[in-house]
């Protein structure tokens, strides 16, 4: 089934702090990190992967210490309610801010944790089903 986005290329201030962060709750998902020479990637590889396999579809970060968050949110899907649940436990512990729950505005099956990393940029892990 063919995606509308091939990846997302977020900035941070400090690289290696933000690379920790997301690991936290990326691997959670099953992704995989992979770390290039001025970005960190993840990506969630088949079952079948081979060692060979490069995925068309990732999370990536740059550093920039100049950055300035903006308004847009990313959401990260989760293959369960429980998978939320668990990520939502480590947030606090991993210096996530503004973490709120979704009050039921979306819809009955949308089942989400709002949250900022420590740069500001505004992230959400959520379930639908």
């Known amino acids: 089934m063919p995606m509308i986005l091939s ?19 990326l691997n959670l998902l099953g992704a995989v990190k992979s770390e290039g020479k001025s970005f960190t990637t993840w990506e969630i590889p088949p079952p079948d992967a081979g060692d060979d396999w490069e ?6 970060i740059t550093e920039d210490p100049g950055m300035v968050p903006g308004a847009a949110r990313i959401a990260f899907d989760a293959p369960s309610r429980g998978t939320v649940d668990a990520i939502v436990v480590y947030l606090p512990a991993i210096g996530a801010r503004n973490i709120e ?3 039921g505005e979306y819809r009955p099956r949308y089942y989400a944790c709002f949250f900022e990393d420590p740069d500001g940029n505004k992230l959400e892990i959520c379930h639908i089903g």
């Open 101 to 103: 729950m979704d009050d």
């Open 7 to 25: 990846h997302v290329d977020l900035r941070v201030r400090d690289r290696v702090k933000a690379t920790e962060f997301y690991d936290a709750f």
């Open 55 to 60: 995925g068309n579809e990732w999370f990536g």
